[in-house]
T-cell receptor, first 111, second 113 residues
Framework: GENVEQHPSTLSVQEGDSAVIKCTYS??????FPWYKQELGKRPQLIID?????GEKKDQRIAVTLNKTAKHFSLHITETQPEDSAVYFC??????????FGKGTRLSVIA | NAGVTQTPKFQVLKTGQSMTLQCAQD?????MSWYRQDPGMGLRLIHY???????DQGEVPNGYNVSRSTTEDFPLRLLSAAPSQTSVYFC????????????FGSGTRLTVV
């Protein structure tokens, strides 16, 4: 089955700097890659996703890139703000199977 | 539209007790699933369902049962609670079984003493 590795497990950045979180997946059949943000004590919420026919997707300060050959994808947050502080999860999905999640990255944005 | 509703929000059980965590969605989603979240372990799949009457096991199914008698409801039953089941439980749903984002419930924090 699919296995998703996520790095780093913790990340601290200064406000205004960029943050990058990386994930690798094992199964080349995976074709859907969402990212979730979970604030303290809250539920995970989908912030951006990408499908395997696309190499990059942007939504304001957030972007995701996908390298199918290397089986890795990354989340990029630019101009970080204190409200970006949260745990971020990547996931990978094969057709007709549940998502497999990474173990999460705790991002702290220091004002 | 309430989305995905989980009850209760908090629960304390004694070892050996049984209980049911409730999950309901009002979005006519085909796919529903249960995850548990433990520190440093991410979200691990317990059971899932691709439609009414159909359920399947995930990564960590032992000690849990599910049923899906309606599209809306997907309860999770703990048969005989153990301290290892202390966790935060999330229910999630999706319009389709694949290639689509999940909507999560607000979670149930369960402590087994």
């Amino acid at each position: 089955g699919e296995n998703v590795e996520q790095h780093p497990s913790t990340l601290s950045v200064q406000e205004g700097d960029s943050a990058v979180i990386k994930c690798t997946y094992s199964d080349s059949a995976s074709n859907y890659f969402p990212w979730y943000k979970q604030e303290l004590g809250k539920r995970p919420q989908l912030i951006i996703d990408i499908r395997s026919n696309v190499g990059e997707k942007k939504d304001q300060r957030i972007a995701v890139t996908l390298n199918k050959t290397a089986k890795h994808f990354s989340l990029h947050i630019t101009e970080t703000q204190p409200e970006d502080s949260a745990v971020y999860f990547c996931a990978a999905g094969e057709p007709n199977t549940p998502l497999v999640f990474g173990k999460g990255t705790r991002l702290s944005v220091i004002a | 539209n309430a989305g995905v509703t989980q009850t209760p929000k908090f629960q304390v059980l004694k070892t050996g007790q049984s209980m049911t965590l409730q999950c309901a969605q009002d979005m006519n989603h085909e796919y529903m699933s249960w995850y548990r979240q433990d520190p440093g372990m991410g979200l691990r799949l317990i059971h899932y369902s691709v439609g009414a009457g159909i359920t399947d096991q995930g990564e960590v199914p032992n000690g849990y049962n599910v049923s899906r008698s309606t599209t809306e409801d997907f309860p999770l039953r703990l048969l005989s609670a153990a301290p290892s089941q202390t966790s935060v439980y999330f229910c999630a749903s999706s319009p389709r079984r694949s290639n689509y984002g999940y909507t999560f419930g607000s979670g149930t924090r369960l402590t087994v003493v």
